[in-house]
């Protein structure tokens, strides 16, 4: 089955404890994407990937890594989380950077920082 | 700047017709995606269109204006499984990006 799938779904933990999101892919899709969704803002583009080594920020990059050393593998890491990073995060892919391809999203991931 | 502007909520009654409205400001557009999100998941993809008009799939229509910064999207014989919120997101830039509305949360009773 074409899926995206996110690890963990579901996180608390404390300010400044290192965590990693695993993101993968089996769509073969070179185009990859992290969002954050929080209530009344809509998801937000965090970092995106065009295909392998090849990263770019997105409009909220800030407290946030990400690395793209797999086509499939898309991690998100978060070096020293604060409580502002408490959301909901959205790993998409898509075929391939051109427009008019839809983003298929895992099922997310509920981060609480405390 | 980037500017999405869609209605926050909206109720309707199983089997009628709903329109959900959005306008938008963005640089380079280059298209515009409808996705649906019930609560708690994934956005999942309804819609694209990059041409002015109507794409009509199944229950579901969307139409674009470039000129007038707008679009809406169309539900037809509204089904309870229909209330989700429903994101408007703009195309911009020469790749991928999409910008992403707040959404419209709408609420379909019997």
């Known amino acids: 089955e074409a899926q995206v799938t996110q690890n963990p779904r579901y996180l608390i933990t404390v300010t400044g404890k290192k965590l990693t999101v695993t993101c993968s892919q089996n769509?073969?899709?070179?185009?990859m994407s992290w969002y954050r969704q929080d209530p009344g803002l809509g998801l937000r583009q965090i970092y995106y990937?065009?295909?392998?080594?090849?990263?770019d920020k997105g409009d909220v990059p800030e407290g946030y890594k990400v690395s793209r050393k797999e086509k499939r593998n898309f991690p998100l890491i978060l070096e020293s989380p604060s409580p502002n990073q408490t959301s909901l995060y959205f790993c998409?892919?898509?075929?391939?950077?051109?427009?008019?391809?839809?983003?298929?999203f895992g099922p997310g991931t509920r981060l609480t920082v405390t | 700047g980037q500017n999405i502007d869609q209605p926050t909520e909206m109720t309707a009654t199983e089997g009628a017709i709903v329109q959900i409205n959005c306008t938008y400001q963005?640089?380079?557009?280059?298209?515009l995606f409808w996705y649906q999100q019930h609560a708690g998941e994934a956005p999942t993809f309804l819609s694209y269109?990059?041409?002015?008009g109507l794409e009509e799939k199944g229950r579901f229509s969307s139409f674009l204006s470039r000129s007038k910064g707008y679009s809406y999207l169309l539900l037809k014989e509204l089904q309870m499984k229909d209330s989700a919120s429903y994101l408007c997101?703009?195309?911009?830039?020469?790749?991928?990006?999409?910008?992403f509305g707040a959404g419209t949360r709408l609420a379909v009773h019997p």
């Open positions: 998409a892919s898509s075929h391939s950077r051109d427009s008019f391809y839809e983003q298929y």
């Open positions: 769509m073969n899709h070179e185009y």
């Open positions: 990937s065009m295909n392998v080594e090849v990263t």
């Open positions: 963005t640089s380079g557009f280059n298209g």
């Open positions: 269109n990059v041409l002015d």
């Open positions: 997101a703009p195309g911009e830039g020469g790749y991928n990006k999409l910008i």
